[in-house]
Structures are given as structure tokens and as C-alpha cells.
């Protein structure tokens, strides 16, 4: 068993992981067989991904503005940002002891 740290350290990998999973399923034909639990982590993957990318394209324009004003500016993002990773990592720990056996690695 993995512990929360693990998760949140490898969240980018694993989101991937889940959302080309979703993707893979979809083009396979195998829309009806996603379980609801699958769907919430999907969401919140999506969720967690989201929010990487906005501050990622946030930091993109720091040059454009004073170091204090961009801080003030990006500071939510931020905060939003940790807390998807964290919610999709909790949520991701709970579906992985739930269905032993999905994924034998952190990353895999």
C-alpha cells in the first residue's frame, strides 16, 4: 500500500494515467462498462489537470508584471491547484485500495 505523499508525488503521472485509461476505454467501445467510481476519479483528474495548466499558464506572464502583483494575482490558482492535486490523490489512494490490484506501481 502507498501512502498519500506517494500519490500527490506522482499525481501528474497518474492523472495521465487515469484520463488516457477513460480515453482508452471510449475508443475501445467500452463506454458502458466505467463505473461510477472510475467517472469521479476521472473528474477529479480532469479537475487536477486543469488547474496545473492555468497556473502554468499563469507563471507564463510573470514577466509582464511586478513580482508583488503577479504573486497577489496567482496566489488563488495556486491554492486551488494543491487542493485538486490533493483531493484527486485521496481520491485515487481510495479507488486503488478499493480495487487491489489496479496498477501494481505508484506510476505504472
Known amino acids: 500500500m502507498?501512502?498519500?505523499?506517494?500519490?500527490?508525488k506522482n499525481a501528474d503521472d497518474l492523472a495521465a494515467n487515469v484520463?488516457?485509461?477513460?480515453?482508452a476505454s471510449i475508443n475501445a467501445g467500452n463506454k458502458k462498462f466505467i463505473t461510477d467510481e472510475y467517472k469521479v476519479l476521472f473528474d477529479r483528474a480532469c479537475d487536477y489537470r486543469t488547474a496545473k495548466n492555468q497556473v502554468e499558464n499563469q507563471r507564463q506572464f510573470k514577466s509582464l508584471l511586478?513580482?508583488?502583483?503577479?504573486?497577489?494575482?496567482i496566489e488563488p490558482a495556486v491554492t486551488h491547484e494543491k487542493q485538486t492535486r490533493e483531493t484527486f490523490a485521496k481520491t485515487y489512494q481510495e479507488f486503488r485500495e478499493k480495487h487491489d490490484g489496479f496498477g501494481k506501481t505508484v506510476a505504472s
Open 66 to 73: 511586478g513580482d508583488s502583483e503577479f504573486n497577489t494575482l
Open 19 to 23: 484520463i488516457n485509461g477513460w480515453a
Open 2 to 8: 502507498y501512502t498519500l505523499e506517494e500519490y500527490l
